[in-house]
C-alpha cells in the first residue's frame, strides 16, 4: 500500500512470496514480507531510495516478528546521493549498513524480535 503526492492512496495484490510493481512518484509506502524477518531485498532497497529521492518520507516493511520503518528526516542534499548510491552497493556484497543509512539523514525504527 502506498501514498501519492496527491493524497491518493493504493493497495496492490500479487503471488504468494512477490508483489511487483512499476516504480510510482509515491510519498510513503508499506509492504508486507513473506518471512518473518522485515529484512529489505534488493528491490525494497531501491525503492526505499526512490522515494527518498523523490522527496517522499519512507517505506515500512512489515513481516510476522516486527516491521522495519525508515523514515527520511530532513530533505535529500546533493552530498546525500553518493551516500545513497554506496547503500545500493554495499547491499550488493551482501552488507546493509545503518550507518550509511544514518549519514544520509534516514531514521531507523526496527520493532522486530
Not at 532497497?45 to 528526516?73: N, P, Q, R
Not at 530533505?75 to 552497493?89: F, G, H, M, N, S
Not at 547491499?91 to 545503518?98: M, P
Amino acid at each position: 500500500m502506498g501514498v501519492l503526492f496527491d493524497g491518493k492512496g493504493f493497495i496492490a495484490e500479487g503471488d504468494t512470496g512477490h508483489v511487483k510493481l512499476p516504480f510510482l512518484h509515491e510519498c510513503f509506502s508499506a509492504h508486507t514480507h513473506p518471512s518473518s524477518q522485515p529484512f529489505p531485498s534488493e528491490r525494497d532497497i531501491k525503492t526505499i531510495i526512490k522515494i527518498l529521492l523523490d522527496g517522499g518520507l519512507g517505506h515500512s516493511i512489515e513481516a510476522s516478528s516486527g516491521s522495519l520503518i525508515l523514515i527520511g528526516s530532513r530533505p535529500i542534499k546533493l552530498e546525500d546521493l553518493a551516500t545513497l548510491r554506496e547503500i545500493e552497493k554495499e547491499y550488493e556484497k551482501g552488507r546493509l549498513s545503518t550507518q550509511l543509512f544514518a549519514d544520509a539523514g534516514v531514521k531507523i525504527f526496527n520493532s522486530s524480535t
